[in-house]
């Protein structure tokens, strides 16, 4: 049963090119969560989506930045334009029921994405 | 005031030493409280959930304290293996927040 997986796990980008994150969440898990953490910083939450819905995306920035979890397939973080700021490790993780269910308390996490900008 | 506040640290302590975090938060609202752990540029991890009564796992125990809104970690007979980032994380509805981590360096 594999795990969270990301990819990629290093992307290098120059300011103003797009950046796209996957994410597959573990078999059975419909919610998925991105995280952003900046150096010597914690994790700071970014969007939640169940399969077509965003539930919440109060922590994504405003602009140049989205994210979707199709049908079919991953969930994709994407950052356009992107800037030297945006360089950071992007965590994706995934729960079996979100509010509801024995194990939607636990997030399982993925290993990252780390996106230098130069 | 941040919502979930830790003390970053480093704590340096030797193998064998007891080390205690705390954490603080500021929404009374928080349902389900966690200790997560970092290791250094890898994903976080579920150490433990945090109870209302306490709860020990192992050489590790938790408490919370809804009164005063701040849980601890308490580390007995640190191993060299235990030097991570530890996480204080809070659950509201689906929103779990994540503290800075404090850092622990257990030194030989």
């Known amino acids: 049963n594999a795990g969270v997986m990301q990819n990629p796990r290093h992307l290098v980008r120059r300011r103003g090119q797009e950046a796209r994150l996957r994410c597959s969440p573990m078999?059975?898990?419909?919610?998925v969560y991105w995280y952003r953490q900046l150096p010597e910083e914690g994790l700071k939450f970014m969007v939640y989506?169940?399969?077509?819905?965003?539930?919440?995306e109060s922590g994504m920035p405003k602009e140049r930045f989205s994210a979707e979890f199709p049908k079919e397939g991953p969930s994709i973080l994407r950052i356009q334009q992107v800037v030297r700021g945006d360089s950071a490790a992007y965590f994706c993780?995934?729960?079996?029921?979100?509010?509801?269910?024995?194990?939607?308390?636990?997030?399982?996490f993925g290993a990252g994405s780390r996106l230098t900008v130069l | 005031r941040k919502e979930v506040e830790q003390d970053p640290g480093p704590f340096n302590v030797p193998e064998g030493a007891t080390v205690a975090f705390n954490c603080t938060y500021s929404?009374?609202?928080?349902?389900?409280f966690f200790w997560y752990r970092q290791d250094c540029r890898k994903e976080p991890k579920l150490l433990m959930s945090?109870?209302?009564s306490g709860n020990e796992d192992g050489r590790f125990t938790a408490q919370l304290n809804r009164a005063s809104q701040y849980i601890s970690l308490l580390i007995r007979d640190s191993k060299l293996s235990d030097s991570a980032t530890y996480l204080c994380v809070l659950r509201v509805g689906n929103m779990l927040t994540f503290g800075g981590g404090t850092r622990l360096m257990v030194k030989p």
């Open positions: 929404n009374s609202a928080s349902q389900s």
């Open positions: 945090v109870y209302s």
């Open positions: 989506l169940q399969k077509e819905n965003i539930i919440d």
């Open positions: 993780a995934s729960s079996p029921l979100g509010d509801r269910g024995a194990g939607a308390n636990v997030l399982t």
């Open positions: 078999k059975g898990h419909s919610h």
